[in-house]
């Protein structure tokens, strides 16, 4: 049985969330807390360097296993629009994805759909929330693929 050490398309999460905010920073620790957990590298829409952009993040998307999605806005009762953008072409392809946001709890934009947005207040309780959340798809080894 051959086993690659390198899949020819490794799985990822997409993190989107806005461009200024803290947590886009490589070395962030809700980033950490993904990449450990899922065993998945992360990706964000600064890491996408095909022309156009537009079209580039939207092939990301469309590849990644999973959108995690902070849709805080300028405002913390606010949603950002781009990340709006970005969870719907998600929903639109059927990537999974989780939402959450700075603030009380509220609904979603309408057309994101399904999932419930967990809100947080601190950094601290989003990376508790982020870590729930990523153990659902952490990868596995699936029986059948081990040698006998």
Request: hydrophobic share 40%.
């Amino acid at each position: 049985m051959l086993f690659r050490s390198n899949p020819p398309n490794p799985q990822y999460v997409f993190l989107s969330l806005a461009l200024d905010s803290p947590h886009a920073a490589p070395t962030h620790p809700m980033r950490e807390i993904i990449e450990r957990v899922t065993g998945m590298r992360t990706v964000v829409g600064t890491d996408v360097r095909d022309p156009p952009i537009d079209m580039g993040i939207l092939e990301t998307i469309r590849k990644s296993h999973l959108v995690i999605a902070d849709l805080v806005g300028p405002a913390d009762d606010g949603f950002n629009l781009d990340v709006c953008i970005e969870v719907g072409m998600a929903r639109a392809i059927g990537v999974s994805y989780e939402l959450f946001a700075r603030g009380p709890q509220r609904r979603p934009p309408f057309m994101l759909g399904r999932p419930q947005l967990q809100a947080y207040e601190t950094d601290l309780e989003l990376l508790g929330k982020i870590h729930r959340v990523v153990r659902d798809y952490r990868r596995r080894l699936i029986d059948a693929e081990l040698p006998p």
